[in-house]
């Protein structure tokens, strides 16, 4: 039962999902602290991709620990999470409540592992960026992803008056119907 909630709600995953970023736009790799957005943009003050990367690893950080008031920190106060099984969060109180039950009772002892942060990353608008990741919910004792484990995550942040704040995100199991593209 709990492996099976686990699946479900996984989080992250996807490392064979990765994307080209669209024309005008710059891929960042794992460990890359290149601003990527449209030639010419106007960026805000300061990097976003060290801040984003340090939201998500505390998010990282939060479900390792079953804490779900932390891992909803990571969120505005008023933002929306989509879970791979389409339940849909709203507000931050919301997912702190419904986060500690997942971590109580489904998911205890299974790990967030990011494969790759970001895939792509866009800035639609200088205060608005999407990140694309890829990665798993690991289970006790596995050292990596499974193969049947992989998601991909589309995270929304807004540049508020605290700073980049997470204010969108959704999960989709990868289940690879179609070819890889070629290359």
Known sequence: MALAAAVVFALATGANAATDPAPGHHAATSGSTELIG???????????????????????????????????????????????D??????????????????????????????????????????TAVMITTGCVANPGEPECRPDSHSIQTYVAAHRERGWELVSFQNTRVRGLLPPPRT
């Open 86 to 127: 389409g339940t849909h969060l709203r507000g931050r109180p919301e997912m702190a409540r419904n986060f500690q039950i997942y971590f109580d009772n489904y998911t205890k002892g299974t790990r967030l592992v990011f494969t790759k942060v970001p895939v792509t990353l866009r800035y639609p608008t200088p205060r």
């Open 38 to 84: 449209p030639t010419g943009s106007a960026e805000p003050t300061g990097s976003a991709l060290p801040q984003l990367k340090r939201l998500i690893q505390r998010q990282a950080d939060a479900w390792n620990r079953g804490d779900g008031t932390a891992f909803a920190n990571t969120y505005a106060q008023d933002a929306e999470f989509i879970t791979f």
